[in-house]
C-alpha cells in the first residue's frame, strides 16, 4: 500500500492511497487457494478444482470483499473493474479533518460572581399555597347558583371564525376555574354569574402573540355549554395539608419544602455561574473549528428549530431577521457550542476526569422513569447502545468538568433576590 498526502488545507487533510495490482493478486491467490482446499464442485474432486476455474466463479467477488475492507467509496468504474480482476492498481482518496491543537493554559485569572439567594419564609408558604392549591377539592353548588369567581365550571364549548367551527377550537366536559387565567383574555370573564344548564356566547379576541398564528388577532366566538357549578372547598395550610401529602406533620412538610426550595435555588445558582464560566471560556480561546463538527451541530438545532417553528405555526425567520440572517445567528451558535465542546474535553482529558458508573446508572434510571411502563425497554435500549449512551455520558462529563474548573477559579458569592436569582438571561 502506498500512502501520499495531496492536500492539506487548515484541518482538512487529503491522501491518495494506492493498492498495488501485485498486493491485489497476492490477496487474491491467498484467498483462492483457501477456498480450493475446502472446494467441492461438480466435476472435480474435493479440494482439486483448478484455481483458474475456481477464480472465475468468485475471482471479483472475493476482490469485491478485498476492496471493500480498503475503502467504502471506490475510484472510478474502469479502475475498479481492473481491480476486480487484480489486473490494474487500485487507488483512492482519504479525506478527513483533524481535531484542533490548542494550549489550555491556566484558569486561576477567571473570576465569576456566583448568584445566591436565600429561601424565605415567604417562598415556603408561597409553596405550600400552590400544594394546597394542586389539592383544591371542589363540591357541586346547588342546582340553579351562579358562578363566582374561583368556582369551577364543567363546561362543553365550540369556538368559531366567521361563524365557521375551527380546528382545535372545540372541548368536552372541560373543567375551569373561573380566574385561573388559563383561557384566552376575557373568556372567564364572560362566564361568572352563569349557572348549570346555562348556554352562553362568549366573544374574545385572541392575543395577537398568540402561539397559533392562523387564530392570532382574530375575532371568535364561543357556543358554551355549562354543565356544572362547583365551588371550593376551605383548605388551609394545617395539619390535614400535610397528610394529604403524606407528612406526619405540617411542620415536616415545611421542613421538606424548603429543602426542594433550596435545592432548587442551588441549581439556578449553579447554572448561572456555569453560563458565566462557559462565556469566558468562549472568549478566552479561539482557533479554526471542524467544518463538518459544525454543519452537523448546527444541522441539529435547525431542524429543531424548524419543527418547534412549525408546530407553533410561526416562519423559521426570527422577528424582523430574514431567513438567511437567522441562520447565520443558528451558526454562529452551533460554532459556539462546538468550540466549548472541544476546550471541555480537552480540559477534562488533561485533568482526566471520569464519569463515574454510578452517575451513569443514576442518569439512566431517571431517563427511564420518563417512560412509565417501558422502564425495562429504555433500560436494554441504552445498554446495549453505545452511542445512546454517550449521549447520555456527555451532559455528565461536562457537569464533572466544571466541578473541576470551579476549584481552579475564583468564585465570589453574591446575594441578591429570588426574582433576580431565577430571571432568564436576555440572551
Known amino acids: 500500500m502506498q500512502v501520499t498526502q495531496t492536500s492539506s488545507q487548515g484541518l482538512k487533510q487529503e491522501y491518495k492511497v494506492v493498492l498495488p495490482a501485485g498486493e491485489l493478486a497476492a490477496k487474491l491467490a491467498a484467498q483462492l487457494s483457501e477456498i480450493q482446499a475446502k472446494s467441492q464442485i461438480k466435476g472435480f474432486r474435493p479440494g482439486k478444482a483448478p484455481i483458474g476455474h475456481l477464480k472465475k466463479l468468485y475471482g471479483k467477488s472475493i476482490m469485491s470483499d478485498v476492496l471493500q475492507e480498503a475503502v467504502n467509496d471506490p475510484g472510478g468504474q474502469e479502475e475498479v473493474e481492473r481491480a476486480l480482476t487484480a489486473e490494474g492498481d487500485f487507488s483512492y482518496v482519504v479525506t478527513f479533518e483533524t481535531l484542533p491543537k490548542f494550549?489550555?493554559?491556566?484558569?486561576?485569572?477567571?473570576?465569576?460572581?456566583?448568584?445566591?439567594?436565600?429561601?424565605?419564609?415567604?417562598d415556603i408558604e408561597k409553596a405550600l399555597q400552590s400544594l394546597a392549591d394542586r389539592a383544591q377539592e371542589f363540591e357541586a353548588r346547588p342546582e340553579g347558583t351562579r358562578a363566582e369567581k374561583g368556582d369551577r365550571l364543567t363546561i362543553d364549548f365550540t369556538g368559531k371564525l366567521d361563524g365557521e367551527p375551527f380546528e382545535g377550537g372545540a372541548g368536552g366536559d372541560v373543567d375551569l376555574v373561573l380566574g385561573a387565567g388559563t383561557f384566552i383574555p376575557g373568556f372567564e370573564e364572560q362566564l361568572e354569574g352563569a349557572a348549570a344548564g346555562d348556554q352562553p356566547v362568549v366573544k374574545v379576541r385572541f392575543p395577537e402573540d398568540y402561539a397559533a398564528k392562523q387564530l392570532a388577532g382574530k375575532d371568535a366566538e364561543f357556543d358554551v355549554t355549562v354543565k356544572a357549578v362547583a365551588a371550593p372547598k376551605t383548605l388551609g395550610l394545617d395539619?390535614?395539608?400535610?397528610?394529604?401529602?403524606?407528612?406526619?406533620?405540617?411542620?415536616?412538610?415545611?421542613?421538606?419544602?424548603?429543602?426542594?426550595?433550596?435545592?432548587?435555588?442551588?441549581?439556578?445558582?449553579?447554572?448561572?455561574?456555569?453560563?458565566?464560566?462557559l462565556d469566558a471560556l468562549d472568549r478566552r480561546y479561539s482557533f479554526e473549528l471542524p467544518e463538518s463538527l459544525v454543519?452537523?451541530?448546527?444541522?441539529?438545532?435547525?431542524?429543531?428549530?424548524?419543527?418547534?417553528?412549525?408546530?407553533?405555526?410561526?416562519?423559521?425567520?426570527?422577528?424582523?431577521?430574514?431567513?438567511?440572517?437567522?441562520?447565520?445567528?443558528?451558526?454562529?451558535?452551533?460554532?459556539?457550542?462546538?468550540?466549548l465542546g472541544l476546550v471541555l474535553a480537552e480540559i477534562g482529558k488533561s485533568a482526566d476526569v471520569k464519569v463515574d458508573e454510578k452517575d451513569l446508572t443514576d442518569a439512566l434510571v431517571e431517563r427511564a422513569r420518563m417512560f412509565p411502563g417501558q422502564e425495562k425497554a429504555v433500560w436494554d435500549y441504552y445498554?446495549?447502545?453505545?452511542?445512546?449512551?454517550?449521549?447520555?455520558?456527555?451532559?455528565?462529563?461536562?457537569?464533572?468538568?466544571?466541578?473541576?474548573?470551579?476549584?481552579?477559579?475564583?468564585?465570589?458569592?453574591?446575594?441578591?433576590?429570588?426574582?433576580?436569582?431565577?430571571?432568564?438571561d436576555e440572551e
Open 383 to 424: 445498554r446495549n447502545n453505545e452511542q445512546a449512551l454517550a449521549q447520555l455520558r456527555a451532559p455528565i462529563y461536562e457537569e464533572r468538568v466544571v466541578d473541576h474548573l470551579s476549584k481552579l477559579i475564583k468564585i465570589a458569592d453574591k446575594t441578591v433576590s429570588r426574582a433576580e436569582l431565577f430571571k432568564e
Open 239 to 277: 395539619e390535614e395539608l400535610a397528610k394529604k401529602y403524606g407528612f406526619e406533620s405540617l411542620e415536616a412538610m415545611k421542613t421538606a419544602v424548603r429543602g426542594n426550595l433550596e435545592a432548587d435555588f442551588d441549581k439556578a445558582s449553579r447554572e448561572k455561574m456555569k453560563r458565566a464560566l
Open 295 to 339: 454543519a452537523q451541530e448546527f444541522a441539529n438545532i435547525w431542524g429543531q428549530h424548524e419543527q418547534e417553528s412549525q408546530r407553533a405555526g410561526q416562519p423559521v425567520a426570527e422577528d424582523g431577521k430574514t431567513e438567511e440572517e437567522t441562520k447565520a445567528e443558528f451558526r454562529k451558535i452551533a460554532e459556539r457550542r462546538v468550540r
Open 103 to 122: 494550549d489550555i493554559g491556566a484558569f486561576d485569572d477567571i473570576s465569576l460572581e456566583r448568584p445566591v439567594a436565600e429561601v424565605a419564609e415567604d
